[in-house]
């Protein structure tokens, strides 16, 4: 189709209507004409509907049917809607929140989990999913850390690569779906955690650690891009010139969408940058986003910035275009379903297959943090008690698309499915509410924990007190749960706790009375089975956290990467004074990035190197051997940070740089090698580029950021 001719055609109203994205909700045009609801609201007239060029929140293939009929009759140039969706993690079949996938530090897992949403999603009608959303999370208090795949940028960066080619695939095939990575840029910085809040922070932070996902998605051949709530320096990121067309445009070649977030192009007033709605337009337009999210302004403002000479045709044009584009790439004007198809979707979601990998990925994410041999479980257990408000519930947390929480396996469920001759006991002991003091169901489930042979408890949060909006000034357990934990571990000892949690929460006062604990996250429609697989051993555990559990609040923001100080505090140990230090609780966090354990133990050499230096073309390869000192099979990830010693722009004591997972029989022994080489030196200089500087640098592999034994590398001119 020739799109520019097509462009040509169309009304400045209708190339605007391109660049205007509404729910659902509002493209019901009635009989008569009227528009009312929601459309009305936003003072829409019927042509604007009509014409519009995108929407988002509907359910299922036959809606988006139904939608799209209505549109291709009303629609003056036939251009069909682009429909989006927020398959966060999974579309009906749900997996475990990215956080968790994150903790996983599995490429492949990530991608075999985006691929099987994006085949329910297109059945469903989807084509463009929001989603990978990669932003830098360093503040568990911010409900959004769920979304996040953690406080690395590495691993956010491969992650994101990962789940734009599951996404996408060659977007050829006809399961193939558009990703749109999120926010650009920066949402994870908020300060305080406070969703929606300002974000200030120097270039060399903002370069260093939270514009690389971004970039990784970009070069990952992401089809859009969309813009983050918060100001970021000053200015808010629907309008921000410099970050959507210098950065992502010119420096990056982003040649694709860009849409604004919910809203985002109108709040710029709110914010204080734009005194009316027309000015919002302006900015916006002159950043270069294209489609507006579920506002009105480029529709009702942008006619008259035309007139005036503000904005000029030709860069509506090409905004129009982007847009034409990704629906002619994605075949819309030949059929505007694609493959939605209620039936299909139907069989498809939620199929063994899908289940499957669902399982796997709860089975993968699950941290075990502690485990004093309580674990694991002894299959033969005759009697068991799942304690705690989340015993008998499906946890699919936020963002959960087309999820059902009834659709998915509970514990107790799970425990059964696993041990059916075992008799399942469920008792709530007190309810999830964030600051629950009632203790009053305690003693029964203290009874149940006595007479049980083995006690499964389960606390933490609901799916609703982390995601968008859910930020939390305490993250700690209520005080009712800490109360069923220690009265029911007092009762039987031989007790697992499993946490359910959106982000990392501060356990200091508690965590010394649970002899195990398993963060399971928000882990999906198969999360029942998959935790009843770990408890008992039919799986090993071998996920690691992707954020740091800080012991208590006062630590945040509590990341492994940050730097030394002049006056650095090695240790909790000791008492020094005038050094960089709280003398309350000491500057360890909880658990570090990168910890987690297994039922297996394993055994890392220190690294040896094939040469101590590297030059720009000659890179060195670092070797461990690893060893399963257990008898039993497990998978162990090795993580390769690398520290710079003294550089013209201070560097972290270590920033992760690779990571492989090993899997090891009992007993067997593996060399594992690493690559380095100089572009993992790099870093943004004084000279507002990355760069790397000659000097000395350490080498960690090791299977935690806090452990290991390091090596020196050397970075030369000349060998
Ligand atoms: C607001 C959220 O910030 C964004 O992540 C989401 O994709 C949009 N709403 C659309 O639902």
Redesign the pocket.
Known sequence: MNLKQLIKKMTLEQKLAQLSQFTADCLSVTASGAISGPAGELALTKEQVSATGST??YIGADMMKGIQDEHMQNDPNKIPLLF???V?HGYRTIYPIPLAIGASFDDQLAEDCCRMAAKESALGGVHVV??P?VDLARDPRWG?CM?TTGEDPYLNSQMARAMVRGYQGKMKGKYDVAA?V??FAC?GGAEAGRDYNTVDMSMRNLQDYYLPAYKAAIDEDVEMV?T??NLLNGVPSSGNKWLMNDTLRKKWGFDGIVIS??N?IREMNMHGYCATEKDCAEKSIKATCDIE??SATYLQQVPNLIIEGKIKMKDIDKAVLRVLKLKEKMGLFENPYLVADGEKEEKVCLCKEHREIARKAAEKSAVLLKNNGVLPFDTSAKKVAVIGPFADKGMIGF?ACLGKAEEAVSVAQGVKNLLPDATVTCQEGCSSKLNETDISGVEKAVELAKESDIVILTVGEEAYHSG?GNSRAEIKLSIAQQTLIKQVVKANPKTAVVLFNGRPLVLNGIIDDMPALVDAWQPGTEGGNAIANLLFGKVNFSAKLPMTFPKTEGQIPIYYNSFRTGRPKGDDSSDAGYCSRYQDVGNLPLFPFGYGLSYSTFQISKPTLSTNVITKKDKLVAEVTVKNTSNVDGEVVLQAYIGDDYASLVRPVKELKDYKKVMLKAGEEKTVKFKITEEMLRFWSANDKFESEYGSFTLWISDCSDTGESVKVEYVKKR
Request: glycine share 0%.
């Open positions: 988002l929140n989006m969706q927020d966060i929001f989603s959303m959004r979304e749109c999120k926010h949402y969309m983050s709530f977030d919910y985002a999210m579920r963002w968008e």
